[in-house]
Antibody, heavy 122, light 109 residues
Framework: QVQLQESGPGLVKPSQTLSLTCTVS??????????WSWIRQPAGKGLEWIGR???????NYNPSLKSRVTISVDTSKNQFSLKLSSVTAADTAVYYC??????????????WGQGTLVTVSS | SSELTQDPAVSVALGQTVRITCQGD??????ASWYQQKPGQAPVLVIY???NRPSGIPDRFSGSSSGNTASLTITGAQAEDEADYYC????????????FGGGTKLTVL
């Protein structure tokens, strides 16, 4: 059973960089044809896709966040990471990591982490 | 704004059938997937692709699609089905970007 666990600071100051890591257990991050993704959810609001990475290192980012987002992968640690720069209060949200299965005409998120709340405040 | 549109709220009587819809141009090309989210919990995949259920998801959940609309149907809704439901698909850009619908709050009466 694949499990994902987010970790990182719960409080980030405005204008700084938010950094989170997702640790994958129960399987190798490099096995299978999976993408690894970050999604966020502000309190009381819907889900927003941030971006995804393949273990080759290729990435896709939400166009609305692309200028501030970097997703990377460390296969030796079975982890992938998110960096979001120049954060504001609008970036306060629960951040989820998830595994993505890509098919010809659809993608789906089959495993999710429990989520971690990141608050942007001075 | 989301490229996938969902009704904000839907209600259903216990044991009855309810359909939750998701509309968007990308759905003419790509199948939607559906997620159930209960308060304080991570989303859970309930339907993916044409009409596939992950292991452990009751068969009262089903999916369908027509034109620019995808639907999640719950046949014989149970009290434990009360939750937020989100659809997602690739967006219509062709760049393998992903979009989520705004979510539908399902109330079981």
């Amino acid at each position: 059973q694949v499990q994902l666990q987010e970790s990182g600071p719960g409080l980030v100051k405005p204008s700084q960089t938010l950094s989170l890591t997702c640790t994958v257990s129960g399987g190798s991050i490099s096995s299978g044809s999976y993408y690894w993704s970050w999604i966020r959810q502000p309190a009381g609001k819907g889900l927003e896709w941030i971006g995804r990475i393949y273990t080759s290192g290729s990435t896709n980012y939400n166009p609305s966040l692309k200028s501030r987002v970097t997703i990377s992968v460390d296969t030796s640690k079975n982890q992938f990471s998110l960096k979001l720069s120049s954060v504001t209060a609008a970036d306060t949200a629960v951040y989820y990591c998830a595994r993505v299965v890509g098919r010809g005409d659809y993608d789906y998120f089959d495993y999710w982490g429990q989520g971690t709340l990141v608050t942007v405040s001075s | 704004s989301s490229e996938l549109t969902q009704d904000p709220a839907v209600s259903v009587a216990l044991g009855q059938t309810v359909r939750i819809t998701c509309q968007g141009d990308s759905l003419r090309s790509y199948y939607a997937s559906w997620y159930q989210q209960k308060p304080g919990q991570a989303p859970v995949l309930v339907i993916y692709g044409k009409n596939n259920r992950p292991s452990g998801i009751p068969d009262r959940f089903s999916g369908s699609s027509s034109g620019n609309t995808a639907s999640l149907t719950i046949t014989g809704a149970q009290a434990e089905d009360e939750a937020d439901y989100y659809c997602n698909s690739r967006d219509s850009s062709g760049n393998h970007h992903v979009v989520f619908g705004g979510g539908t709050k399902l109330t079981v009466l």
